[in-house]
């Protein structure tokens, strides 16, 4: 299997992305810059930023600073934490005395413990407006207790220099001014004391000033501060980071590299400045752009990258240790020729090793089956593509464990049907179910070559044409190798909790599509009636996936919010009716006992009360009424068959 972090090794095709970044950040001309790397979650944004840390790491004359405000979410205000961290790598990194010169080295350690006092004092403001430090300092400290009040980061600066309860420096700092100073420089703290109180705004624009100067005096050439994992925070946070950027930190030699969603930023922004009544506008957009000067957005992997992908974590789980990066940097070679759609395949590897491994050739050609599948359902999405992979080697070793060996490329096809169309997947559990592992309506629709034509050796029935008629799963039951010969019992028996947890498509659906889930779920009408209206808008592919988590959750309570959740499957069927057939597998797969008895009717008359029932819920209508379980729905059913009167 195969780690889900974050990495520095390239297989992915970002080396023209990282070029972009580390280009940015060397641009004197363009500093300050804030460049945006946006993509979806799992995109490998994080990967892309930690590649660009170490290029530009290497260079002497650039100070990195990695930092995940996520991470200091829950103890800590976000905005001082980022200047903590910036000023703790500046410490680290800064030059002796020798190399800069005693009075550069002198000055550049004053500046830092002003600077660390300052982030102090902007500290305490914060978690007195939480009423926080206040209570603390009201009875510990009344002299810092009033210059929280009043907001006077001066006072507040001074205050703690003369208690000696800053941030001190630390005996290197000494070392870097030979000795001379425990702590800042006298002088300073000197002349801080005759000015009066300072402003917020004063205070602001002096830590601009005195945080410009060290950079200065460090002859540093770039300062890049790269933060990842910022559309983990919540909205306050999102946007209290990005003003510390603005407010503190941009100044001459810095470069800020934000890694994040890009949606979900600009959510974040529009909570805290709502839009302008009677005014079109779109806030998050606006100042999204005003910040980031350079956006870097990560496409999403095609069919050719998402084989070449595969193929390369295939060489990291079967070759050694000293052969994979070999590999790995003729892909890199061929993606600068850019004269190869597919960087890395068995022709390829086979022309690097002379001799391709059996297992690592079963790979690739497998591989090279479901790779454009794999690409269209999870859309290109790196971290989901991976997951499938990892998903499917945790259930051959697991079978492996309890001595039942599973074939592969069967499990994957099986996978691909789970993943994507889980409706069916479901209908294929039940048919094997009953076949004691052997689906025996798989052979009409494979014999069939997924097309239904009627001269085939054996045809579908009316019931399995919602099989060959969905083009992607005609395309699915095409893909090799055929099942309908195969025990599949031993595949469901390692995929139960994916036939018995009908939630599993929601994880998979994108931003929009999951909003729009939960209109349709929402208790208000208003809320329904909208979705609806959404939902009517779209093309029955699109719908789809929102279609069958909705059949999902009516087939687990067909109940839920008083009935309404199937007048809404019944209608949307009714509008787009090519999910007609997957309502009836839906119907056919709920047990009769939980139905509402007014469903056949309420079917009934949103399709048209006086228009032939289709085919395949006349086939539902007659199982309700051959049934003995539910005696009303039994009967609902018999009547709402009837054939309707003429106008």
């Known amino acids: 299997m195969w780690h889900d972090n974050e990495t520095e090794i390239d297989l992915l095709g970002f080396g023209p992305l990282v070029d972009s970044v580390t280009y940015l950040a060397r641009a004197d001309a363009l500093l300050p810059i804030t460049v945006g790397v946006f993509g979806d979650w799992g995109s490998g944004k994080s990967s892309l930023m930690r590649m660009a840390h170490r290029r530009l790491a290497e260079d002497p004359t650039c100070i990195c600073v990695s930092f995940s405000p996520w991470q200091y979410e829950d103890y800590d205000d976000v905005k001082t934490a980022l200047m903590g961290a ?49 209570s603390y300092a009201y009875q510990h ?35 870097a001014t030979k000795g001379k100073h ?14 009066p109180p300072e402003t917020i705004t004063q205070g602001i624009a002096e830590f601009r000033q005195d945080f410009a100067a060290l950079l200065t005096h460090l002859e540093v050439k770039v300062l890049v501060v790269f ?54 506008l779109d806030i998050g957009r606006d100042y999204l752009e005003k910040l980031i000067q350079v956006p870097i957005r990560i496409p999403p992997l095609t069919a050719a990258e998402t084989e070449s992908f595969l ?3 295939g060489c990291e789980l079967h070759l050694s240790a000293d052969v994979h990066p070999q590999l790995v940097a003729t892909v890199m070679e061929n993606q600068r020729s850019n004269a190869l759609d597919v960087v890395m395949n068995y022709g390829i590897a086979q022309t690097h090793l002379g001799a391709v491994c059996a297992k690592l050739e079963a790979h690739m050609a497998l591989i090279g089956r479901i790779a454009p599948t794999l690409c269209n359902g999870l859309h290109g999405n790196p971290r989901q593509i991976k997951r499938f992979l990892n998903t499917l080697q945790l259930r051959v070793t697991l079978a492996k464990a309890r001595g039942t060996e599973l074939d592969v490329s069967v499990l994957a096809k099986l996978m691909i049907l789970e993943y994507f169309h889980e409706t069916h997947f479901r209908e294929l559990f039940l048919w094997q179910a009953v076949g004691r592992g052997i689906a025996m309506q798989l052979e009409a629709l494979e014999l069939a070559g997924g097309t239904g034509e009627a001269g085939s050796p054996a045809s579908p029935n009316d019931a399995q044409q919602d099989w060959v008629g969905n083009a992607t799963i005609a395309d699915w039951l095409r893909l090799e190798p055929p ?64 279609y069958d988590t909705l059949l999902g959750r009516f087939q687990r309570d067909p109940r839920t919010l008083e009935g309404k959740l199937a007048s809404a499957i019944v209608e949307l069927a009714a509008k787009k009716r090519e ?67 003429s106008s």
């Not at 005693?102 to 500290?123: H, M, N, P, S, V």
């Not at 425990?182 to 000015?195: F, N, T, Y």
């Open 483 to 546: 099942l309908r010969s195969v025990d599949l019992g031993p595949y469901f028996h390692f995929a139960r909790d994916r036939v018995f947890t009908p939630t599993a498509p929601t994880r998979r659906l994108s931003q929009p599509l999951q909003e729009l889930l939960g209109k349709l779920q929402s208790e208000s009408d208003a809320e329904r009636a909208g979705g609806m209206l959404q939902a009517g808008a779209m093309t029955a592919d699109d719908l789809r996936p929102v």
């Open 182 to 195: 425990g702590g800042a420089d006298p002088g300073i703290l000197k002349k801080d004391v005759d000015p």
């Open 579 to 645: 999910l007609l057939p997957a309502l009836a597998q839906a119907l056919r797969g709920t047990p009769p006992g939980a139905i509402r008895t007014d469903l056949p009717a309420m079917i009934r008359v949103k399709l048209g009360p006086r228009e032939p029932l289709p085919a395949e819920l006349q086939d539902v209508f007659q199982g309700w009424v051959d049934q003995t379980v539910a005696s009303k729905l039994s009967q609902a059913a018999a009547l709402a068959l009837q054939q309707p009167r």
């Open 227 to 280: 933060i990842d994992d910022l559309d983990r925070c919540l909205p306050p946070n999102i946007v209290n980071t990005l003003e510390a950027l603005r407010l503190f930190l941009a100044v001459p030699k810095t470069a800020f590299v934000i890694g994040a969603d890009e949606r979900i930023i600009k959510h974040a922004i529009a909570t805290r400045y709502p839009e302008v009544p009677g005014q079109a």
């Open 141 to 175: 400290d009344p002299v810092l207790a009033t210059q929280l009040a009043s907001g006077s980061v001066f006072g507040i600066v001074q205050h703690l220099a003369q208690q000696e309860k800053s941030i001190p420096a630390d005996a290197d700092l000494a070392d």
């Open 86 to 134: 910036v000023m703790a790598a500046l410490q680290e990194r800064r030059p002796s005395a020798e190399k800069i010169g005693e009075t550069a080295g002198r000055q550049a350690a004053q500046l830092l413990a002003k600077l660390k006092r300052r982030i102090d004092g902007f500290r305490l403001v914060g978690a007195a407006a939480r009423g926080i430090a206040a």
């Open 311 to 313: 193929n390369l974590l």
